[in-house]
C-alpha cells in the first residue's frame, strides 16, 4: 500500500514496486510452475502453512502486482484477478453461498450476472430474491430469510444506468447479518469507492473502462476486510471452521482481513481455475496506468452528448446519471461528484425501428457488444445483449425495448456529436 497518494499517482506507481537493479515494468512472469529447493518447503505453500507460488492456476506474481493495485484504488485489504468478469461475480458468491443458501439481487444488474445468477446458480441449488434498486428499506427487508448469504448490486447498472444507493443497501444487508457485493464496473474507483459508503466486497469486469482498449477480458475481486465473518459464524462456516481440504485451517482465524480472497484463491480458483492469463494481466496494467485520465475524459465527452442528445427534436427521452434531469442526479453528486461513467442511454421518438436506422447511419460509433473503451460504440440491448429476454423481463431490468445503449469514447468531442448529427438527420 502506498498510503496518502492520491488516485492518479496511485494508477501508476502501485502493484509492482521495484526495488534496486529489477525491470522498471511490471515482468510478465508467463509461467505455469514454480522451482523449489526442498521438498518440505514444497509441501509447506500447499498447506497454505507458508507463502509462495507453485501453480499458476492458483496464483501467478504478475495478477497479484495488478489486483493490488485494484485493491489499493478500492481501498481494500485484498483482491485477486479472475479470467471474466463473471468470474468475478461467480467466485464473489460462490465463495460464501452453496446449496441451499439465497441471495438477493438488484434487478437491473447486467444481463450476464441476471442469467449467472437466476439461471445457473439457481441450478446449483443458490436460491435468490430479485428486488428493485429503488424499492423503499422496508420492502428490501422483507427480502431477506434466514438462509440468505449475500446482496448483489452494481453501482451503476449496465445498461439501465440506476445509480444504487449503496447506503440504504449496505444497512439492509448488515441488519441481517450479511455482506454487500457490489459490483462497480462503471464508475470504477476512480469515480466512486462502495467501501466507503458501507459496501463490503467489489467485484469488477475489468474489460470495461480499467483495461479501457477492449483488449483483453478480465475481473477482479476486492474485499474491504470489514465485515466480521466471526460474529456471523453459522452463516459461513466455509470461513469459519476447519477446511480439511488445507489440513484443517480456518481462514478467518489465520489470515483476517485476507480471509475472503484466501478462501476463493485457495479452494476456488484452486477447483475452478478461472484464472486471468499473465499476459491478460499486463495489458490491464498498462490500462490502469492512465484510468484517471481517461475517466475524466469519458465523463467529460458524455455529459456533452448527453445535453445535445436531450435538446434534439428526434429524441424522446435521454437517461445519463450526470443529466440535472435524470432522477438519479442527487445520488451520483453524492457518491461520485467527479463525475459518473462514459455510458448514456436514449430512445428515438420513432421507437425500436428508428433505432435500427439511426445505428446503422452511425460512422464513428461502431455497433459492437461491448461498452465503456477508447472507441464511441453503440448497441441495442433488446436486439443484441439482453435479446433472450421477454419485454416484461426487459422492463423490469430497466431496459425499454427502444432503448440504445450508447459508449462514449475519447475521440474528440465535436466528431461524435456530428456523427450522431448526420445520423439523426
Ligand atoms: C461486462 C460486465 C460484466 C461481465 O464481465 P465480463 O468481463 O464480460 O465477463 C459484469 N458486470 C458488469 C457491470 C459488466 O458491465
Known amino acids: 500500500m502506498l498510503e496518502g497518494y492520491k488516485k492518479e499517482t496511485l494508477c501508476i506507481q502501485s502493484g509492482w514496486k521495484p526495488v534496486n537493479g529489477q525491470p522498471r515494468v511490471l515482468p510478465i512472469v508467463q509461467s505455469t510452475t514454480f522451482k523449489y529447493d526442498s ?10 502453512e507458508e507463502s509462495g507460488y507453485f501453480y499458476t492456476r492458483l496464483q501467478n506474481p504478475t495478477n497479484d502486482y495488478v489486483a493490488q493495485k485494484i485493491c489499493d484504488l478500492e ?3 485484498a483482491a485477486m484477478l479472475t479470467s471474466s468478469g463473471q468470474a468475478a461475480n461467480y467466485y464473489a458468491i460462490f465463495n460464501i453461498c452453496q446449496a441451499g443458501d439465497h441471495m438477493i439481487l438488484s434487478a437491473t444488474v447486467y444481463g450476464g450476472t441476471f442469467n449467472l445468477i437466476t439461471v445457473t446458480m439457481k441450478k446449483m441449488g443458490i436460491d435468490c430474491t430479485i428486488v428493485d434498486p429503488d424499492a423503499p428499506e422496508e420492502e428490501l427487508a422483507a427480502a431477506f430469510k434466514d438462509n440468505t448469504k449475500c446482496v448483489l448490486a452494481e453501482t451503476i447498472a449496465n445498461p439501465a444506468l440506476v445509480v444504487l444507493d449503496i ?3 449496505a444497512r439492509q444487508a448488515h441488519a441481517h447479518g ?7 464496473t462503471f464508475p470504477t474507483p476512480i469515480n466512486c469507492n462502495p467501501f466507503a459508503w458501507g459496501a463490503d466486497i467489489i467485484t469488477h469486469s475489468t474489460t470495461k473502462y480499467m483495461d479501457g482498449h477492449a483488449m483483453s477480458v478480465g475481473g477482479a475481486i476486492v474485499d474491504s476486510g470489514n465485515f466480521d465473518w466471526e460474529s456471523q459464524a453459522d452463516k459461513f462456516p466455509g470461513l469459519t471452521t476447519p477446511d480439511d481440504s488445507y489440513h484443517g485451517i480456518t481462514y478467518t482465524q489465520k489470515f483476517g482481513k485476507a480471509a475472503y480472497i484466501t478462501k476463493a484463491t485457495a479452494q476456488l480458483m484452486r477447483d475452478l481455475g478461472s484464472i486471468q492469463s499473465p ?9 490502469l496506468e492512465t484510468l484517471s485520465l481517461r475517466m475524466e475524459r469519458h465523463c467529460y465527452n458524455a455529459l456533452r452528448v448527453a445535453e445535445y442528445l436531450e435538446s434534439h427534436e428526434k429524441i424522446a427521452w435521454v437517461n445519463y446519471p450526470g443529466l440535472k434531469s435524470s432522477r438519479y442526479y442527487e445520488l451520483a453528486q453524492k457518491y461520485m461528484p467527479k463525475g459518473t ?9 420513432t421507437g425500436r425501428n428508428g433505432a435500427r436506422d439511426v445505428m446503422d447511419k452511425l460512422k464513428l460509433a461502431a455497433i459492437v457488444t461491448h461498452v465503456a473503451d477508447a472507441r464511441t460504440c453503440v448497441l441495442h440491448p433488446a436486439s443484441h445483449t439482453h435479446r433472450q ?5 426487459l422492463t423490469k431490468a430497466g431496459v425499454a425495448p427502444d432503448l440504445i445503449r450508447f459508449s462514449v469514447g475519447l475521440e474528440h468531442i465535436d466528431d461524435i456529436i456530428a456523427d450522431l448529427m448526420q445520423a439523426l438527420c
Open 178 to 184: 450479511v455482506p454487500l457485493i457490489i459490483d462497480n
Open 39 to 48: 521438498s518440505e518447503q514444497m509441501g509447506r505453500l500447499f498447506d497454505l
Open 279 to 287: 499476459q491478460n494481466a499486463f495489458l490491464l496494467n498498462v490500462g
Open 75 to 77: 481501498g481494500g485489504a
Open 389 to 393: 429476454m421477454s419485454d416484461d423481463q
Open 341 to 349: 461513467c462514459g455510458v448514456i442511454s436514449f430512445g428515438l421518438k
Open 167 to 169: 447506503e440504504k443497501f
